[in-house]
């Protein structure tokens, strides 16, 4: 054997020796495992990453965040609650006009009933409350007027007769060149003349509001008296007002009137307007009411602004003309107008009553089949009435906007009640 070929197993038998001493030491056993562990955890991290989104929350999170929750509640539960669902509008957030206002009758559809000659009132068919519809008689009067303005009217009818029968035979004569035709001219004037009389007392009769077609009828029936007068009822509504009493002597024109008949299907809201905010408003422009009952709004626009200042308020007026079924709104009531300024910017808005706070964010309650959907909603601009939504609800969607403290109550209530959020 050569003398380099020993030197190489000298060396190979000094390495395994090295070896087997090292396998046999603790603390170079622990140090020689590090890298496995570190391999290990390598691993470990990579198959967590995998399961994992950019913000560091795993899929069952991201999973049970959007499941969506709700309050499940069926209508009686709702209107006990006294939630009112309203439907998410377009309108502006800023430059909201909260305007006081008076709600008031609708002079269109308010008559003051007076009798048109004077009498003594025989009866009254009606008193304060009463529903009448147009024709309806109020009271009955007896006129010693109106029994004069009748019998003209009846005499000068009888002339006219007498006045066309004595024309015709003159006619007659006349033609047959038997009278003189001064006699024919005389009676032709009579018969004009007789002819504008009746047509005056008539006139003079429909002034007073008698219908003469009534009239022969009246003096062929004895039960009928030439000296009764009807107050009738001009439009359809409700006796706000009685001042006719029994025997009482009521005069042409007398204030205040024996009646005063409303209808109350239509009223006027007169608002306010102060200062700066007069030259804001322009007509069509829209508003909301609040009655202040709780209720939803009324939506509407106003319909007119008046160009004078009042000389003892100093502030403008706008009116708006409202359909009134069901009396919510009552002449005298004063109420509040939330009224859009010209120059404001319409906007995805709710009101703020809507929004509530669920884990620290902003969410609204969307109705639903079987209640209400959690919605959560990102804020834009804010006002005290109004809140703009960026995202989270569409326009259109229907939305609790009044008591929805109780919705969150009842949504915190199933939760407890489950153990878990839904």
Not at 240 to 261: C, D, K, M, S
Request: charged content about 25%; glycine content about 8%.
């Amino acid at each position: 054997m050569t003398k380099h070929k020993i030197n190489l197993l000298l060396i190979t038998a000094s390495a395994l020796a090295l070896a087997a001493c090292s396998a046999e030491s603790p603390g170079e056993q622990d140090q020689n495992s590090e890298p496995s562990a570190v391999a290990s955890n390598i691993e470990t991290e990579t198959s967590h990453d995998d399961n994992s989104d950019d913000d560091g929350h795993t899929d069952s999170e991201d999973g049970d965040h959007d499941e969506a929750v709700e309050v499940h509640l069926d209508a009686s539960q709702i209107s006990e609650l006294g939630i009112v669902v309203s439907a998410v509008t377009s309108g502006p957030v800023d430059g909201i006009l909260e305007l006081p206002a008076e709600v008031g009758f609708d002079q269109n559809h308010l008559a003051h009933v007076s009798p048109r000659v004077s009498g003594i009132v025989s009866s009254v068919n009606v008193t304060e409350g009463d529903r009448v519809n147009a024709g309806d008689i109020l009271a009955v009067l007896n006129s010693r007027s109106l029994a004069d303005a009748k019998a003209a009217y009846l005499s000068a009818r009888a002339r006219l007769d007498l006045a066309e029968s004595s024309f015709e035979r003159e006619e007659r004569l006349w033609e047959r060149q038997i009278s003189a035709e001064q006699d024919y001219l005389n009676a032709r004037r009579a018969l004009e003349e007789a002819r504008i009389e009746v047509r005056s007392a008539g006139q003079q009769l429909d002034a007073l509001g008698v219908d003469v077609a009534t009239l022969p009828r009246m003096v062929a029936s004895s039960d009928i008296s030439l000296t009764r007068y009807e107050l009738t009822a001009p439009i359809a509504g409700t006796i706000i007002e009685r001042h006719a009493v029994l025997g009482e002597v009521l005069t042409e024109g007398a204030q205040p009137p024996a009646f005063i008949v409303a209808d109350t299907d239509s009223v006027w809201v007169d608002a306010a307007i102060y200062g700066a905010d007069l030259g804001r408003l322009r007509a069509g422009a829209a508003v909301s009411i609040d009655p202040g009952d709780g209720g939803r709004p009324i939506e509407s626009t106003i319909d007119f602004v008046s160009p004078q200042i009042g000389e003892r308020t100093r502030t403008g007026r706008a009116r708006i003309v409202i359909d009134n079924p069901g009396d919510r709104l009552r002449p005298g009531m004063f109420v509040t107008v939330i009224a859009a300024a010209s120059d404001a910017q319409p906007t995805l808005r709710v009101p703020v009553s809507a929004l509530q706070t669920v884990e620290g964010e902003s969410v609204v309650f969307v109705r639903t089949s079987d209640g209400f959907e959690v919605r959560h909603v990102q804020i834009g601009r804010r006002s005290d009435r109004y809140a703009e939504i960026l995202s989270g609800v569409a326009i259109g969607e229907m939305i609790a906007t009044t008591g929805t403290f109780s919705l969150k109550a009842e949504l915190q209530k199933e939760e407890f009640d489950d153990g878990h959020a839904h």
